[in-house]
């Protein structure tokens, strides 16, 4: 028998699913051309911080380990003029489903790119972009975008009642005179000001005096990535008397720990396991504890849900201790630091904010 008339068949066949393909297309957002979607991470900086983007990387990487994406990652470095046009072309590559990035210095950019990409899907963590549209951006509403922000006001509270608690009971060797505490923020606005507001409230709620607790921001053209500077303003707070100082600084707070290491004194890390992330062991055994904002849990969430099906676009996700959004570290050497009776207050404390029983004040 001929085998013309079956491979005419075939040929037809393959026709027709080929002429038909666009109106069963997937979502780009849950599907590339491969079967994997891909995530594009843009970073206004860059990586290396040892916490907040390196947080975000962490998830992406089990996102793309875990979920099967497809991952690239984009740094613009640290001079802000070339951050829109970064995101501009960026955006323009058709070689993503999935656009991420964070902090509120992008929520503009993010708001005018996405009406105008409105098949792709863009993630923003740290700050939501204007759904409003009032500021000129989001004239789609922002539909195709999913932001995620974090209660970084109740993870400062845990680390100022943290650091009373050890500086009243004189529980840290070296530094058993002294009572005040010291936090450095990049630069004084509403995200980093939450911290500030929120480990000042723990400080007093734990029994100690909002005036024993010194504040001071980096500043200057590079507030998140200046060392050098975030080493001097510890250094000066050590020497005013502070026996913990908490870096909100990303790359500047690397210096603080420097400074501790020079002054005996302590620290807190910021966002990641930063006894983990540091490579000195001196600068290691400074960190009592890191306050983490979970940016990489988030965003890997967030790739779960999109693959489900169930991601909300259009609106802002709030997220806290009671949803593991932040929280601290306890590992062995916070056991070895922090006695016993201050570590279950500071459990009782996390599960008042929890509960809602205490109320954090925030910055917003």
Not at 7 to 19: C, D, K, S, T, V
Not at 153 to 167: D, P, S
Not at 213 to 225: E, T
Request: charged share 20%; aromatic share 10%.
């Amino acid at each position: 028998m001929s085998r013309k008339p079956f491979a005419a068949i075939l040929l037809a066949a393959a026709l027709a699913l080929a002429a038909c393909g666009g109106s069963g297309a997937a979502d780009p957002a849950s599907s590339s051309g491969a079967g994997k979607p891909r995530i594009k991470f843009v970073i206004n900086g860059g990586l290396g911080d040892k916490s907040f983007f390196d947080s975000a990387y962490s998830g992406l990487q089990r996102v793309k380990n875990e979920l099967g994406y497809d991952l690239q990652v984009v740094e613009l470095g640290s001079d802000r003029t070339k951050w829109e046009p970064g995101f501009q072309d960026a955006a323009a590559d058709d070689d993503y489903d999935i656009f991420v990035a964070g902090t509120f210095d992008v929520t503009d950019y993010v708001g005018k790119l996405a009406p105008e990409y409105p098949d792709k899907k863009f993630w923003v963590f740290d700050a939501p972009v204007d759904y409003s549209g009032a500021n000129g951006a989001c004239s789609n509403k922002c539909a195709n975008v999913y932001s995620v922000t974090f209660k970084q006001n109740e993870g400062g509270y845990l680390a100022g009642y943290l650091a009373e608690k050890l500086v009243a009971a004189k529980a840290l060797p070296g530094a058993e005179s002294l009572t005040k505490v010291g936090v450095i923020g990049g630069v004084k606005i509403p995200v980093i000001e939450d911290f500030v507001v929120g480990y000042t409230a723990g400080f007093t709620a734990a029994g100690g005096k909002g005036a024993d607790v010194l504040v001071q921001y980096v500043g200057g053209d590079k507030p998140f990535g200046d060392p050098a500077k975030g080493k001097e303003i510890s250094t000066s707070m050590y020497g005013q008397g502070a026996a913990i100082v908490w870096p909100v600084a990303g790359l500047s707070g690397l210096g603080t720990f420097e400074a501790a290491v020079a002054s005996k004194r302590y620290t807190f890390g910021i966002d990641s396991d930063q006894r983990q992330t540091l490579t000195d062991q001196a600068q290691q055994d400074t960190v009592i504890t890191s306050i983490l904002k979970n940016v990489g849990t988030a965003l890997y969430k967030a790739a779960q849900a999109q693959g489900a099906g169930s991601l909300k676009y259009g609106a802002v996700a709030s997220i806290g201790l009671a949803d593991d959004g932040v929280g601290y570290v306890e590992d062995d050497h916070f056991k070895q630091v922090v006695p016993e009776a201050i570590r279950t207050q500071l459990q009782q404390a996390a599960g008042e904010v929890k509960s809602g029983s205490v109320q954090v004040p925030s910055a917003f």
